[in-house]
């Protein structure tokens, strides 16, 4: 059974602050990682996707991943009451199929 | 650029009744195409996905089934719905093996 683990939160940051989301995923052969973004009673919005151990930024969004450690990370600074939402981290272990996590659900508190 | 739609984007049924969600995409050709599901408060779960016309690869066996008649098109079906098909339905396409899901607008399916 391939797992993706996420806190479900909520998890709670102030307006301008950096909000850190992780992710744990079982499978060791994973090669593709992506974060996407709900808002409620919407569909998935992708916002990132890393492929490579390291980081990857993109605006305020910054990816992390450590393959050895099975974990990827999405930071989001200056956070703003427009990113609360849930974050959903998915996990691509066979070329055709993502699993996802149950996401972390983000406030950001004015 | 690439565009995904997804309808009814809401539906009630009786149980017992049919279904038949349809999903188109554009501006892209023998994309990957797939069906989620996510139930309330819970993870989004993969029924079907498909890789070709006529390529069907089913993840969970249950009253549902998928279909994909043309290159840009796919549809979900069942014969009898349950009440524990209720949730909220998701098309999404992907380019290529490792390439990201795009969703569609979703479909939010009330058995009764």
């Known amino acids: 059974q391939k797992e993706v683990e996420q806190n479900s939160g909520p998890l709670s940051v102030p307006e301008g602050a950096i909000a850190s989301l992780n992710c744990t995923y079982s499978?060791?052969?994973?090669?593709?990682f992506f974060w996407y973004r709900q808002y409620s009673g919407k569909s998935p919005e992708l916002i990132m996707f890393?492929?490579?151990?390291g980081d990857k930024e993109d605006g305020r969004f910054t990816a992390q991943l450590n393959k050895a450690s099975q974990y990827v990370s999405l930071l989001i600074r200056d956070s703003q009451p427009s990113d609360s939402a849930t974050y959903l981290c998915a996990v691509r272990w066979t070329a055709s199929k993502l699993t996802f996590g149950t996401g972390t659900r983000l406030q950001v508190t004015l | 650029s690439q565009t995904i739609h997804q309808w009814p984007a809401t539906l009630v049924q009786p149980v017992g009744s049919p279904l038949s969600l349809e999903c188109t995409v554009e501006g892209t050709s023998n994309p990957n195409l797939y069906w989620y599901r996510q139930a309330a408060g819970r993870g989004l779960q993969l029924l079907f996905y498909?890789?070709?016309?006529?390529?069907i690869s089913s993840e969970v066996p249950q009253n549902l089934s998928a279909s994909r008649p043309q290159d840009r098109q796919f549809i979900l079906s069942s014969k009898k719905l349950l009440l524990s098909d209720s949730g909220f339905y998701l098309c999404?396409?992907?380019?290529?093996?490792?390439?990201?899901?795009?969703f569609g607008n979703g479909t939010r399916l009330t058995v009764t």
């Open positions: 890393i492929y490579s151990n």
């Open positions: 999404a396409w992907s380019s290529g093996t490792d390439s990201p899901l795009h």
């Open positions: 499978d060791r052969g994973s090669q593709s």
């Open positions: 498909s890789v070709g016309i006529g390529q």
